[in-house]
């Protein structure tokens, strides 16, 4: 197989975990279970086979560096669990427009210099995938770069709580030029996202209603610096919110949901703690209150995510996808174009690993047959499909259905 040519939007903790577990596993056996990683070798790339192909940031204290001595220049903070060694590519000046807000800009001051031409930088490079790793709230600089990975024609990982591929707009940009997208916005491996979505299916299997919950975050890294400053957490909020109310089978109040980053803790450094808090109704109308605390290192919590969708983002390009792919983005983002179960977006997104075209199709058509069946709500709901891949209808539907369509 050929290599995963990488660039890297944004040099901080998320990058430079990122960076450290290429080097850590790349003697990894094909045998071996990786934490966090789905396969050592997925789809027919090793995690040696990626390669950083280039990496942009604006912080003058990171550009003109080379990656493997950026990622562990302050403002990061995040566990050094590897030392790669020089790897010849240098940190290049990227865009600003938003990607700066009043808290960051308090301590990382901008590169002087002018932006490199980002086109002529992926294609020199030989770029196959772009990561986009800004901090949340840059919605102007994402946008701004995605014009640019589409002129350049590469795929793209959203890591980022501003919707590229989960909007209408951006998927048929992407399918225009024939080109892969998976996002929106980093599901960490065991982070706040996915235990709050564990805990709400375990209580609607259980058959207990959920009646309010709440998710308090609060960390010491620059991602918790950044999000002091409110107006940058629309889509932040509406990423989180939606992960978990998205497999209620029911309406909540949405006073009785708050799910958020809540505060700066500098001492915390890269650490990220999480409070969940869940109020239930059970038989005979009796309260069930649940209380946990979750304890992470984030940035390597999601590094191993990143490593798998650069690949299936690879996978994409080989076998001539375009637009979003489901199954990838509805297993390894927050935010995907369209929510199902964790344990269906896994089945999925291995058998994209194994059949990249037909499971992307198969997908389509659950997609199109739920929405046909609940409208654009329904297309939002994670309900589940059946074991064949379409979605589960009900008799009196199956009862009007004409015959060969059922």
């Not at 850590?24 to 279970?33: I, L, V």
Request: glycine share 8%.
């Amino acid at each position: 197989m050929s290599k995963v040519r990488v660039a890297i939007i944004g040099v901080g903790n998320c990058a430079s975990s990122f960076v450290q577990g290429l080097h850590y596993y790349k003697n990894a056996r094909e045998t071996d279970r990786v934490p966090g990683l789905m396969h050592v070798n997925l789809g027919g790339y090793h995690i040696r086979d990626i390669e950083i192909s280039a990496a942009i940031d604006i912080d003058r204290n990171k550009v003109g560096k080379d990656v493997s001595e950026a990622i562990v220049t302050w403002p990061n903070n995040t566990l050094v669990f590897a030392k790669p060694p020089k790897s010849g590519i240098v940190v290049q000046r990227g865009m600003t427009h938003d990607g700066l807000g009043k808290y960051l800009s308090k301590i990382i001051q901008k590169a002087p210099g002018s932006t490199v031409d980002i086109v002529k930088l992926l294609r020199d490079t030989k770029t196959d995938v772009v990561v986009n790793y800004l901090p949340v709230g840059s919605e102007e600089a994402t946008k701004w770069y995605v014009e640019q990975v589409l002129e350049a024609g590469c795929a793209f990982v959203n890591c980022i709580p501003v919707f590229i591929a989960r909007e209408k707009y951006w998927q048929q940009r992407f399918e225009k030029k024939g080109l892969p997208v998976i996002g929106d916005d980093i599901k960490s491996q065991v982070g706040a996202t996915i235990t709050h979505r564990v805990l709400t299916s375990l209580f609607n299997d259980r058959g207990v209603r959920i009646d309010r919950t709440y998710q308090l975050n609060f960390g010491g890294n620059t991602d918790f610096l950044n999000m002091l400053e409110r107006e940058r957490l629309e889509s932040k909020k509406i990423s989180k919110t939606s992960a978990v109310t998205s497999l209620i089978p029911y309406p909540i109040d949405e006073d009785n949901v708050h799910v958020g980053p809540s505060d700066y803790v500098p001492w915390l450094k890269d650490r990220k703690w999480c409070h969940i808090r869940m109020e239930g109704t059970t038989f005979g109308d009796v309260p069930l209150n649940l209380e946990m605390k979750l304890e992470v290192w984030d940035s390597p919590n999601s590094a191993g995510i990143v490593i798998d969708a650069v690949r299936c983002a690879k996978l994409g390009l080989d076998h001539h996808l375009a637009g979003a792919l489901i199954a990838p983005s509805s297993y390894f983002k927050k935010s995907p174009p369209h929510q199902f179960p964790d344990d269906y977006c896994k089945q999925m997104t291995e058998a994209f690993i194994r059949d990249p075209r037909a499971t992307e199709a198969k997908m389509r058509t659950v997609v199109a047959e739920r929405a046909g069946q609940g409208g654009t709500k329904g297309a939002r709901r994670a309900a589940r499909p059946s074991a064949n891949g379409r979605p589960k209808s009900s008799a009196k539907a199956r009862r009007r259905a004409p015959a060969r369509a059922r």
